[in-house]
């Protein structure tokens, strides 16, 4: 199988030749091919260009199209801090929504608004560098509770939340998820394969699983069928220990998860549908960054061990730092060859 084959395969539902590997690595991609973070931050031909580097150096299946986590905000009117070596950032100091209510003087952005138009540049320099055997997740940015906290202030917004009428509440949700649909679908003309957001606000890091079904799952779930229906799989990313909500974000439908480290994953396999996939999720720190090959090696190993190869793409739980070692990187992609092959997976059951 090419990889994409490979990957497409999981998708829909149908054994690999080998479990397909797309590392979360646009940071070390981009150190890899001996540029900065910053340097990128503003041309999708750079982030291209640093994909196909590492890609074509490393031999993983699936290439990550990301930035930061500020884009689809600062698109909208936020303020946004650049960094040299590190993410730019949304600068909650300076709020865009300083009332809630400020929601109904905005814009939608559209695909050249801001910095999105050099997220999609990167998706179609990709694809025309990679051809079609490799697959492409085309990321759209935040999810609609996140995009909500960074325009309008985590701290800030949390205090909405027991303060303010539900449906302005609603109100700026809606609005939030309308942005990053326009994103999402944007992706798909531009050639990925599949969609994704973060929605790391909406996780047990900062609110409850309760406050999550609340006020956070329903503008997942009507994001996910738009964009679905729109012809493209899509994934949801949250940060954290979600293991209190792993079923819950089963039931936005999305043909994959992006599950960090903490989740127990022996436990997320068995509780949601094997038509769900689930990509991760060897945690970034250790050992890829602070461990050796040896315990890279064995943390693939024992991942595998708990999803038994079902629905499962193999990735790290989050973004791979820009200083894990390249031997760790390397001890990754050859782990997950080693032990996704379907002989290692069928010695298993």
Not at 43 to 59: C, F, L, N, T
Not at 119 to 137: K, N, P, Q, S, Y
């Amino acid at each position: 199988m090419t990889s994409k084959e490979r990957c497409m395969a999981v998708l829909q539902g149908e054994r690999p030749d080998i479990l397909p590997v797309i590392p979360q690595s646009f940071m070390f991609a981009v150190e890899t091919a001996g540029m900065k973070i910053g340097d990128v931050s503003h041309s999708g031909r750079k982030m291209a260009e640093a994909h196909v580097i590492s890609h074509d150096k490393y031999g993983y299946d699936g290439c990550t199209i990301d930035f930061d986590d500020a884009t689809i905000a600062e698109a909208i009117g936020a303020e946004v801090i650049f960094r040299d070596d590190e993410p730019a950032i949304v600068d909650e100091s300076k709020p865009l929504l300083k009332d809630l209510r400020d929601i109904y003087d905005l814009q939608l952005p559209t695909i050249s608004s801001g910095r999105l138009g050099e997220w999609l540049e990167a998706t179609v320099r990709l694809r025309e560098a990679l051809g079609d055997d490799v697959f492409i997740m085309g990321r759209a940015d935040q999810g609609p509770f996140s995009i909500a906290c960074l325009l309008r202030g985590a701290s800030q917004f949390m205090m909405d939340l027991m303060l303010e009428d539900k449906q302005l509440i609603d109100d700026v949700l809606t609005f939030c998820r309308k942005a990053s649909a326009i994103f999402a679908k944007a992706q798909k003309d531009a050639g990925a394969d599949i969609t994704s957001i973060g929605d790391a606000f909406a996780g047990p890091n900062l609110i409850s699983p309760e406050m999550y079904r609340e006020f956070a799952l329903q503008p997942e779930i009507d994001l996910v069928k738009e964009v679905q229906d729109y012809g493209i799989p899509m994934s949801v990313h949250i940060c954290g220990n979600t293991n209190g909500i792993i079923e819950d974000m089963g039931k936005t439908a999305a043909k994959v998860l992006e599950v960090d480290w903490e989740l127990d994953m022996q436990h997320a396999r068995q509780v949601l549908p094997q038509s769900t996939v689930l990509m991760g999720n060897i945690d970034p720190s250790f050992p890829l960054v602070l461990g050796t090959p040896e315990q890279v090696d064995q943390a693939v190993k024992d991942l595998v061990g708990k999803t038994r190869g079902v629905g499962h793409i193999i990735s790290s739980g989050c973004a791979i730092g820009r200083n894990t070692p390249p031997e760790n990187f390397k001890a990754f992609i050859a782990a997950a060859r080693k032990y996704g092959t379907r002989e290692y997976i069928d010695s298993l059951n």
